[in-house]
């Protein structure tokens, strides 16, 4: 077995979960009364469209599975084998029309496939080895294609499953979104360089400019797919914003950067005075210090699952810009309210070992993605960072250990250290 399959066998990547309950779902197929009752409705409705997937599973395009997968505690099982046809799909399927997505500050597509799937699509901004200015602001950096890819792995590696799968894909400048795009907006934007290459640069607030153009070489063009969230209409989202925000001023701090008992308020405040919504959110700090995100001003849930579920990590393409410096305020959740899940705990303790090293795990779970045929995803010296900062994370639970001594949020009570592949 391989280093990764040898850690997703390890007993802290295969603790038992409560039976799902039928509530514990976000979705759910329609009992056949309820579908006949629909097809009725489709059928007087003359611009109704075909859909070619019935209630039976093997029907169901990859992204259906998806939906139908996700429950109150994770995004996806990452046992279930539909994540390596979710991801193939992407990878493969032909792209049928690209528009550009609505808000966000930078350029990215909503690109659809056969049998109404559907992807975001963020372009290549710069080479694998350039690292972010150093006098640049974090709310002005570059969304990275390679981050939003690198996420989903190490989100996946550390056992917290809550990005939604993302896969890597050159694709044909040309005919894959000019040739196909009705968004007359975009299509404005298309040109060809002095060197030969066909550009384009959309409309958005940063980068959005003939001087700051997404091009091809001369047609081919690296870019990350994400899979798509459920409707709206059909699974709405809570936005959330973050206790531990930044101001987004180049002249200001935010109060949690001037109080160290900034947390003391959060503790007490719905929803982090109950449940594991802190815990929660200090995942999220580990996942982002570990990459190197700055950007993580609000964050989702599902409204169907009011404060009991897990925190969606979207959004990450601003990560893994500087692998030389580390950004220690990344980490105020865990330093300032010195607490952490006891899961979360002992995996990153197993990642620290030689045996699971997180940068030789992380080197061979990116090599699966297929852009990896071109160019590592990652460079060696951010695949050395990630085992520094962990490193760092480490320190500052024993820091808060030496100073506390309610630290650990035991979520395995009915688990021993031995179980657990732990020293006692």
């Not at 003359?46 to 169901?60: A, F, L, P, Q």
């Not at 399927?93 to 350029?107: D, F, H, P, S, Y």
């Not at 299509?187 to 550009?199: D, E, W």
């Not at 995100?293 to 169907?304: G, P, S, V």
Request: net charge negative.
């Amino acid at each position: 077995l391989s280093m990764l399959e040898e850690l997703f066998r390890h007993p802290l990547y295969n603790l038992p979960r409560p039976k799902l309950q039928e509530d514990d779902w976000l979705l759910r197929l329609k009992t056949d009364a309820e579908a006949e009752e629909t097809e009725q409705e489709e059928k007087s409705n003359r611009d109704s469209v075909t859909i070619t997937w019935t209630r039976d599973e093997e029907t169901h395009p990859p992204w259906l599975r998806f939906h139908l997968g996700i429950s109150r505690w994770e995004l996806y099982d990452r046992k279930d084998l539909n994540l390596a046809q979710l991801t193939h799909y992407l990878a493969t399927q032909r792209i049928l029309g690209a528009v550009q997505k609505k808000g966000g500050t930078q350029l990215k597509l909503l690109v659809s496939f056969p049998n109404y799937g559907q992807a975001l699509l963020k372009p290549m901004r710069q080479s694998r080895d350039a690292e972010t200015d150093e006098n640049l602001f974090y709310f002005s950096d570059f969304e990275r294609h390679n981050a939003e890819i690198a996420a989903f792995h190490l989100d996946r590696v550390l056992g917290f499953n809550r990005i939604p799968p993302v896969v890597g894909r050159l694709i044909n400048v040309t005919t894959q979104i000019r040739e196909v795009t009705t968004d007359e907006r975009l299509s404005r934007t298309f040109f060809t360089s002095p060197a030969g290459n066909v550009c384009f640069y959309g409309k958005c607030e940063y980068y959005c400019s003939v001087e700051h153009p997404v091009c091809g070489r001369p047609h081919a063009l690296e870019v990350s797919l994400a899979t798509m969230l459920p409707d709206l209409s059909l699974a709405p989202r809570r936005s959330w914003r973050s206790p531990w925000r930044r101001s987004y001023s180049r002249t200001k701090l935010a109060h949690w950067e001037k109080d160290a008992a900034y947390c003391d308020t959060v503790k007490e405040t719905p929803p982090y005075n109950r449940g594991t919504r802190l815990v929660d959110l200090i995942d999220m700090a580990v996942l982002d210090f570990l990459m190197s995100n700055m950007d993580r001003h609000h964050y989702e849930t599902f409204e169907e699952f009011g404060n009991e579920t897990f925190l969606l990590h979207l959004d990450n393409g601003r990560a893994f810009g500087r692998h030389s410096q580390d950004e220690p305020s990344i980490l105020a959740p865990l330093v300032q309210c010195c607490r952490i899940r006891r899961s979360t705990l002992l995996r990153l303790r197993l990642l620290s070992r030689p045996d699971f090293r997180l940068s030789d795990v992380m080197r061979e779970s990116l090599a699966q993605d297929p852009l990896t045929a071109v160019a590592p995803l990652l460079s060696e010296p951010h695949l050395s960072a990630l085992d520094r900062r962990l490193a760092t994370v480490l320190a500052a639970v024993q820091s808060c250990q030496d100073r506390n001594e309610d630290v650990v949020y035991n979520d395995l009570d009915e688990h021993d250290d031995q179980q657990l592949g732990e020293n006692p």
